[in-house]
């Protein structure tokens, strides 16, 4: 059975830093892309991180020059370093995992895997 679970959110002022981190377990990293989305209440998920099975790395506009996506392979983890947050960050941070292939190209929240999710408050 798949499981990801995220932890390391929290409460901070703007301009603090989090990072979050989603241990699976049940799948091999090294075979999937890995990513990051959030939900913030009333508004529609946005995917905003991922990282392909080469290691590369996409951002959304929203987060790009502020937010790090990284694995570890061998750990079966993958993080999300938030730095320089914003009120605007605030919402239900949710990892998610797909089988490495054309399904990575698809939007994040529609991927085959996701966790239950890490809420993160940045207050002004």
């Known amino acids: 059975q798949v499981q990801l679970v995220e932890s390391g959110g929290g409460s901070v002022q703007a301009g603090g830093s989090l990072r979050l981190s989603c241990v699976a377990s049940?799948?091999?990293?090294?075979?999937?892309?890995l990513g990051w989305f959030r939900q913030a209440p009333g508004t529609k998920r946005e995917g905003i991180a991922m990282t392909g099975g080469d290691s590369t790395s996409k951002y959304a506009d929203s987060v790009k020059g502020r937010f790090t996506v990284s694995r570890d392979n061998a750990k079966n983890t993958l993080y999300l370093q938030m730095d320089d947050l914003k009120p605007e960050d605030s919402a239900m941070y949710y990892c998610?995992?797909?089988?490495?292939?054309?399904?990575?190209?698809?939007?994040?929240?529609?991927?085959?895997?996701r966790g239950q999710g890490t809420q993160v408050t940045v207050s002004s």
């Open positions: 049940g799948l091999t990293y090294s075979r999937y892309c």
């Open positions: 998610a995992a797909e089988v490495t292939g054309l399904r990575c190209g698809q939007r994040i929240d529609d991927w085959q895997y």
